[in-house]
């Protein structure tokens, strides 16, 4: 009797300190794909930053519109190994930054990026979602208009961010509303 005990509680400790060997090696730090990404990337194409300061950062700027108003260029950065665009509405006039808008890469976590937004302005002004899409819009934020877009399927991801001075959310050659108008148009393609 005494050996039949002792023999389960011999093979219970072998069964339990093998668990602990595993789940003690599986203790490791799991950072989110976007955990490290920071919003002062974009800070060379806010809204009224000189294209010259553009250029001396980022080399390889690719222009792929000049236009008689503005000039768009297109600008890959860099996140770990991925690259993603952002495209840089430039006004002639004074070679300034109109607004950018950026296609934010799949594998970011809408909610580390969301959050981020929300510590940097506060609370989004306005909220619009359908069929699992989501545009969040801050207004009066150091004078610029923040617009940032997500879905969820699966998971949740970031579509895109875009930002605009305040003066010229109007002007009807920023990105976001020759985005909108392609859009809503039936039988247009956007390009």
């Known amino acids: 009797m005494f050996k039949k005990t002792l023999k389960k509680l011999l093979t219970s400790s072998y069964i339990l300190l093998s668990f602990c060997i595993f789940i003690n090696t599986a203790k490791a730090k799991v950072e989110e794909p976007n955990y490290n990404f920071t919003f ?10 000189k294209l010259s300061d553009i ?13 008689e108003v503005v000039k768009t260029y297109e600008i890959q950065i860099r996140h770990q190994n991925y690259f993603f665009p952002v495209f840089v509405h430039i006004k002639n006039s004074d070679n300034t930054v109109l607004d950018f808008y950026a296609r934010l890469p799949n594998y970011f976590l809408h909610n580390t990026f969301h959050q981020s ?41 970031p579509i895109y961010i ?23 148009t039936p039988g247009k393609d956007p390009k």
């Open 40 to 49: 002062d990337k974009f800070k060379p194409f806010h809204p009224g930053q």
């Open 55 to 67: 250029q001396k950062e980022y080399k390889a700027m690719r222009l792929i519109n000049n236009g």
């Open 117 to 157: 937004l929300i510590n940097r302005y506060g609370k989004q002004d306005q909220f619009l979602n359908r069929d699992g899409t989501s545009v969040y819009i801050w207004k009066d934020e150091e004078k610029k208009r923040v617009t940032y877009s997500g879905a969820c399927t699966i998971t949740c991801f």
């Open 162 to 184: 875009h930002m605009i001075g305040k003066d010229e959310s109007e002007n009807p050659n920023n990105f976001l509303t020759q985005l909108l108008k392609a859009n809503s």
